[in-house]
T-cell receptor
Framework: DQQVKQNSPSLSVQEGRISILNCDYTNSMFDYFLWYKKYPAEGPTFLISISSIKDKNEDGRFTVFLNKSAKHLSLHIVPSQPGDSAVYFCAASARKSYNTDKLIFGTGTRLQVFP | DTAVSQTPKYLVTQMGNDKSIKCEQNLGHDTMYWYKQDSKKFLKIMFSYNNKELIINETVPNRFSPKSPDKAHLNLHINSLELGDSAVYFC?????????????FGQGTRLTVV
């Protein structure tokens, strides 16, 4: 039962353009959402997060949007840079339900930014 | 200065052996985790410890036994290794602040059972 889904396994974007990565979830108890970036042979690195009480959070080139009614979130990267090429994982947590910050991860989207 | 460090980074071993993976964090966090990334790239939580106490065990076989000697360390012992245990194991930590927060991950340990 995959509670967090990333339906696009890969995405290719030209440098300077916008990258949009999507994520859907099924568990309405999730109250915190995160995006992680992962390079090969390294651990996931935290990128940006959003609480369920917000619909947008911005940090530099990265913006996360949350649509609770659709159970959907997206990560926008603009402008995209070659160094952004990595696998991006969407994750969710439900602290009140689990009494911990355990993360439920999506399957990842491989982003490739080409010159 | 590494925040969450795991050793070893690579581990190749035969079926039936017992092995350990060590994890240390220098962030002063109260909570530590073990996650497993399988061949299909699914990242799933295995265990969560808070101040040396086990709070989550996600139906992991009892051949896997985490041990937390202090809140900065969470080691993973695996007995009677099986081929299906081959995966990348990630240690992580997060602060216990009463609010939602992100976890910090180690670089992973790639375990190959032959």
């Amino acid at each position: 039962d995959q509670q967090v889904k990333q339906n696009s396994p890969s995405l290719s974007v030209q440098e300077g353009r916008i990258s949009i990565l999507n994520c859907d979830y099924t568990n309405s108890m999730f109250d915190y959402f995160l995006w992680y970036k992962k390079y090969p042979a390294e651990g996931p690195t935290f990128l940006i997060s959003i609480s369920s009480i917000k619909d947008k959070n911005e940090d530099g080139r990265f913006t996360v949007f949350l649509n609770k009614s659709a159970k959907h979130l997206s990560l926008h990267i603009v402008p995209s840079q070659p160094g952004d090429s990595a696998v991006y994982f969407c994750a969710a947590s439900a602290r009140k339900s689990y009494n911990t910050d355990k993360l439920i991860f999506g399957t990842g989207t491989r982003l490739q930014v080409f010159p | 200065d590494t925040a969450v460090s795991q050793t070893p980074k690579y581990l190749v071993t035969q079926m039936g052996n017992d092995k350990s993976i060590k994890c240390e964090q220098n962030l002063g966090h109260d909570t530590m985790y073990w996650y497993k990334q399988d061949s299909k790239k699914f990242l799933k939580i295995m265990f969560s410890y808070n101040n040396k106490e086990l709070i989550i065990n996600e139906t992991v076989p009892n051949r896997f036994s985490p041990k937390s000697p202090d809140k900065a360390h969470l080691n993973l012992h695996i007995n009677s290794l099986e081929l299906g245990d081959s995966a990348v194991y990630f240690c992580a930590s997060s602060p216990w602040t009463g609010k939602n927060t992100e976890a910090f991950f180690g670089q992973g340990t790639r375990l190959t059972v032959v």
